[in-house]
Nanobody
Framework: QVQLVESGGGLVQAGGSLRLSCAAS????????MGWFRQAPGKEREFVAT????????DYADSVKGRFTISRDNAKNTVYLQMNSLKPEDTAVYYC?????????????????WGQGTQVTVSS
């Protein structure tokens, strides 16, 4: 079992930045690929970014490429999502997820553990 706790959400103006953190506990963190997803009001949850066990391989949704950066610190059991140049359309609850294999995937069905989510609100 893996427990995931997100933090770092909040209210920011368009063009601003936030850094989300996801602290993991329970198993060997480096055995897991990690992902970030988001769900806006009235919409389905969507993929944002993913990172493999070592941090060397990442993938992003087209909507966030060039603005968001996913990274991880295996010594701290933490994955991060640096979000720059935020837009109102980035407003959503952001979820951290862990996959019980070391390879990345954009498919939320392939993730085994989920955090509770953190709210990000971008004002125009």
């Amino acid at each position: 079992q893996v427990q995931l706790v997100e933090s770092g959400g909040g209210l920011v103006q368009a063009g601003g930045s936030l850094r989300l953190s996801c602290a993991a506990s329970g198993r060997t963190f480096s055995n897991y690929a990690m992902g970030w997803f988001r769900q806006a009001p009235g919409k389905e949850r969507e993929f944002v970014a993913t990172i493999n066990w070592s941090g060397r391989i990442t993938d992003y949704a087209d909507s966030v490429k060039g603005r968001f950066t996913i990274s991880r610190d295996n010594a701290k059991n933490t994955v991060y999502l640096q979000m720059n140049s935020l837009k109102p359309e980035d407003t959503a609850v952001y979820y951290c997820a862990a996959r019980s294999v070391i390879f990345t995937t954009t498919d939320e069905k392939r993730y085994d553990y989920w955090g509770q989510g953190t709210q990000v609100t971008v004002s125009s």
